[in-house]
């Protein structure tokens, strides 16, 4: 890994996705961690791109968190789409997450129309 800084602005190049992902999932599950020791539940919400891919993965992974005690939002979705089609951000955060851990609550953004 590079590091660089310019003032405030604090950069990390990584040789690879797969350790990007791992590095930033550390830094989530760690920033977790300080805020669980202070709350009864987080809330985060999850971005649904390919770019999340090896990030999600990792997170996934992590077993140190108390994810029972974390409330799971998707940002965003697409309007027009059926609820079955597989194209929608929501089955893609099912696939890479919400179904990988046992968060205390899923949340999902549905468009009107598609109640």
Do not use: C
Not at 2 to 29: D, P, Y
Not at 41 to 53: I, L, M, R, T
Not at 63 to 81: Q, S
């Amino acid at each position: 890994m590079k590091r660089l800084e310019k003032r405030e602005l604090k950069v990390m190049v990584f040789g690879t996705r797969s350790e990007m992902g791992l590095n930033a999932a550390t830094m989530v599950s760690r920033i977790l961690e300080k805020l669980l020791q202070h709350r009864d539940e987080v809330n985060v919400v999850f971005a649904a791109a390919p770019s999340q891919d090896e990030f999600l993965d990792a997170l996934s992974k992590v077993k140190d968190v108390e994810w029972h005690r974390i409330n799971a939002f998707h940002l965003d979705e697409y309007i027009g789409l059926p609820s079955s089609a597989p194209q929608r951000f929501s089955k893609y955060l099912d696939k890479r997450i919400f179904e990988r851990v046992p968060f205390r609550s899923v949340n999902y953004v549905i468009p009107a129309g598609l109640e």
